[in-house]
């Protein structure tokens, strides 16, 4: 008894921490990088809706807050969420302002959907993203670890820059930010600037990104306001009024991204959807498949719709149109 009353308060943090490797949370950003690089971790940045996104429910009940999982990552990552709330009792947690700047740092990265984690150094810079979420704790573990994998070879990339001078420093930077997903590229900042200072020709293409960027983010929230206005509006006129702002936007903003473009047209379609005017629905599925043929939406969404009119909608509403017209009227082709 003695002898076990020695061993007590070594054995006392043991008692009191026995999940040592748990997955650490900080409350906002800030707070992580200081945790990652008091501790040499990489940030988990979570944007999720964990009071209705079934996936974003799954991932942190089914997967993050199994053992399994603090034992492959608690030592590698510090966690952050970002939430975006649709409960009562949930939104009342976040201001209008948080939300909106969670909005903005998910359009700056185009995200669009959740949930996603975002992996970044210690300073916040981004490097990967894992969108969804997996069946199993293994599964999602080996995808966050292929998206840390990404990190090392950034930093590799960028150490082959240093002693370099010129042009040739700056396509090492630029081959670098290659390393990282394109939704990224645009938070590198400095290294942008530098690139622009070394290459003045753009030969590298990468000068004006930054603001590029910048200005995909103001569209965003532009059209983000703009859709929220249209909440409600049913009508015949309400909704030819909608589409009249949306055209307007387009007219207005020439300069907007290919998936911006294809947004715009996809929201138009919707429109026509709830008019039942299917004809042109499915004209503005196909404007908005052929402004950005290979984004996720069109992937996803776009080509599996334009089937669907083809093969199912439109033969049908064709044959009750040709079956409704009288017999002396020639047939729509």
Known sequence: MKNSLFLLPAL??????????????????????????????????????????????????????????????????????????????????????????????????????????????????????????????????????????????????????????????????????????????????????????LDPQNTLGYNGMVQRAERETQLKAEFRTMIEGFAGKLSPEELADCRRQIEEFMAANPDMSPEMLQACYLLISEGYALSRDFENCYLYVCKALEAAPDSPVARKTLVPSKQNFEQNILPLIRGQKAAEAPADAPAQK
């Open 12 to 197: 006392l943090p043991v008692l009191i921490c026995p999940a040592m490797a748990e997955l650490p949370e900080c409350p906002d950003l800030a707070a992580a990088k200081k945790v990652a690089a008091e501790q040499k971790r990489d940030i988990m940045w979570l944007f999720t809706g964990n009071d209705w996104c079934p996936a974003c429910i799954y991932l942190e009940t089914k997967i993050m807050n199994q053992a399994d999982f603090d034992a492959a990552v608690g030592t590698k990552l510090v966690l952050v969420k970002e939430l975006f709330p649709r409960t009562p009792e949930a939104l009342k947690q976040v201001t209008d302002e948080q939300m909106e700047r969670r909005l903005r740092d998910m359009d700056s990265m185009k995200i669009t959907a959740l949930p996603a984690a975002v992996l970044a150094d210690e300073k916040g810079l981004p490097y990967a993203i894992v969108p969804g979420a997996e069946r199993d704790v293994a599964g999602y573990v080996k995808r966050l670890e292929e998206g840390m994998a990404v990190r090392a070879a950034r930093d590799a990339a960028f150490a082959r820059a240093e002693g370099l001078q010129g042009l040739e420093r700056a396509k090492a930077l630029a081959a670098a930010l290659q390393t990282v997903s394109e939704n990224l590229r645009g938070k590198y900042v400095d290294v942008l600037a530098e690139i622009e200072s």
